[in-house]
């Protein structure tokens, strides 16, 4: 026979049952709650059982001491061991998941073999590239404080165990004891303080009355101006799409029935979306005028070049013909020609431009006359002096 547990047994059940941590689960239609013994073995050995008082001492100094007091709360009906049984697939669904698993490593092959016969170098280099940002990603998970991935949980059932004994390790142990909490106490003992004084209404002085009154119509009034606001919101958008033919979303308070907090409720104020043709034609205007922009931006650049390298030769050839005005007479036909290409393509306004073989000629024919025109006129004043 068991007799009656002591106030100390009750109070260290009590700390037990709230501090070490507990799962749920189905147990014979039920449902309850469960621990392992390892972590109640710890839980006991960090509470204030442990630690010596003064002229008295620990009542839990080893874990073989705290097997022992668990035993005695064991025989006591304060928890009883339980068996895990895991939750075995029925052969169908086994079945099932087998030729799915062939179906979709098949599908896989045929995929690969087919990407393998059309690919070129370019898709085995982009292979190499993935491979090497997976080891990456391997060695960034291989780091410590990095998450891990979820392993799948199998189901279990738990069922009474024929030797209630307790034992240090991954044993499970399901309570019986289920003491009430302070806190659903004090909950419960505040709503019936709560019905008692609202009963009482009649019986409060008349000032309190009267601020009661003007709180709840208060409180009516702004629940009744969301649940307004919530429908005319709605009547405006119907009335905005019904005219724009659907095009015109216009939403007035978006977030207040949203769930979000009081005040986002009322953020933003309102949000217009326009959903018509026009939108994507003025999307690929929009990208037509840049791309125009860039081109332009780009011949410009080039033409600035250009002048600027025609700019320096132009100044270098005006410095050699300051310096002697011997030189000058001792240009060559090409350099002619070419200054008479920059004046006449900066006459134009073009850098360049096409010359025939006959506008050539005539230039040679020019240049020629005046070269014997030069001649006549240095041998005339010779013949004067003679």
Not at 293 to 299: A, H, L, P, V
Request: with cysteine; aromatic share 8%.
């Amino acid at each position: 026979e068991v007799g009656e547990p002591f106030k100390e047994e009750k109070a260290v059940a009590k700390y037990l049952r709230f501090n070490c941590p507990t799962k749920s689960t189905n147990m014979m239609g039920h449902r309850v709650d469960y621990f392992i013994a390892s972590k109640a073995v710890d839980c006991l050995l960090d509470s204030k059982w442990a630690k010596a008082k003064k002229g008295e001492e620990a009542l839990f100094t080893t874990r073989e001491s705290v097997v022992d007091y668990c035993n005695r709360l064991l025989k006591k009906q304060f928890f009883h061991r339980a068996l895990k049984v895991m939750k075995m697939k029925p052969d169908k669904d086994i079945k099932k998941e087998k030729e799915k698993g062939k179906a979709e490593s098949g599908k896989e092959e045929e995929k690969k073999s087919k990407k393998e016969s059309g690919k070129d170098e370019k898709t085995k280099k982009e292979k190499e590239k993935k491979k090497d940002g997976e080891k990456e990603e391997c060695k960034k998970d291989e780091t410590p404080g990095t998450p891990k991935k979820k392993e799948t949980k199998r189901k279990f059932k738990l069922e009474p165990h024929e030797d209630q004994v307790f034992l240090d390790g991954n044993e499970v142990y399901v309570w019986i004891y289920d003491p009430v909490h302070f806190k659903t106490f004090a909950m419960g003992l505040v709503l019936v303080i709560a019905v008692i004084a609202a009963t009482l209404f009649p019986l409060w002085p008349a000032e309190m009355r009267v601020g009661v009154y003007y709180l709840s119509v208060g409180a009516g009034c702004f629940v009744a101006s969301i649940l307004l606001l919530a429908v005319a919101r709605c009547i405006l958008f119907l009335i905005i799409w019904l005219i724009t033919g659907g095009r015109h979303h216009f939403w007035f308070l978006p977030n207040l029935t949203a769930d979000v907090g009081f005040i986002d409720s009322f953020r933003p104020l309102y949000t217009h979306e326009y959903k018509g043709p026009k939108a994507d034609s003025k999307k690929e205007e929009k990208s037509e005028s840049k791309k125009q922009q860039k081109c332009d931006s780009e011949e410009k650049s080039d033409n600035e070049k250009k002048e600027e390298d025609d700019g320096k030769t132009e100044a270098t050839r005006n410095s050699g013909t300051d310096g002697s005005g011997g030189e000058r007479h001792s240009d060559t036909d090409s350099d002619r020609r070419e200054d008479d290409r920059s004046q006449h393509s900066s006459g134009n306004g073009n850098d360049f431009e096409m010359i025939t073989k006959e506008e050539l000629e005539q230039q040679t024919d020019e240049e020629d006359c005046e070269e014997e025109e030069e001649e006549d006129t240095e041998s005339r004043p010779s013949h004067e002096k003679s």
